[in-house]
């Protein structure tokens, strides 16, 4: 029964990281950190970009409130846990799958692919506007339709 808590906790803390990125996507970094930003909208030259700063940020936040929390294994450390498991899911969907950091892994599951057609029209534009698309776990449904590939 104690486990279920902190498994609400990091759950809660996931979809709030969801909605929070995506707000912070589409206002802050589309809007004034947009200097930022940019460097994730144009060709990389090396394995680095200025954007990665934001991940550094969310890291130490992490860090921080699992380490505040680390006595009691209180609410913050199990946020902090939560935004640990959402940098990490950001990481494999973000960096590996969509932007090919590592050699990207190939998938037929309707879901992976329709975030990847989600981000691809996100980074059409290497512009702050227009954009759409901001979400890392959630697009619009018109990217999950299925592929006109026959399955005979």
Do not use: C
Not at 65 to 89: P, Q
């Amino acid at each position: 029964m104690q486990i279920i808590l902190p498994i609400a906790i990091i759950l809660g803390t996931l979809a709030g990281m969801e909605s929070f990125s995506w707000f912070i996507h589409k206002y802050l970094f589309h809007g004034p950190l947009w200097f930022i930003h940019r460097s994730h909208h144009q060709q990389r030259s090396g394995w680095f970009e200025f954007n990665d700063i934001f991940s550094v940020l969310f890291a130490i936040i992490s860090v921080y409130l699992m380490w505040m929390g680390r006595i009691d294994l209180d609410i913050k450390f199990w946020i902090g846990v939560g935004i640990t498991v959402y940098g990490i899911i950001y990481f494999i969907f973000h960096d590996w799958f969509i932007h090919n950091r590592f050699q990207s892994f190939k998938t037929d599951n309707s879901y992976l692919l329709g975030i990847r057609r989600a981000h691809k029209i996100h980074h059409k534009s290497t512009e702050k506007s227009p954009a759409e698309e901001f979400g890392l776990l959630l697009a619009s449904k018109k990217y999950f339709k299925q592929s006109t590939r026959s399955s005979h």
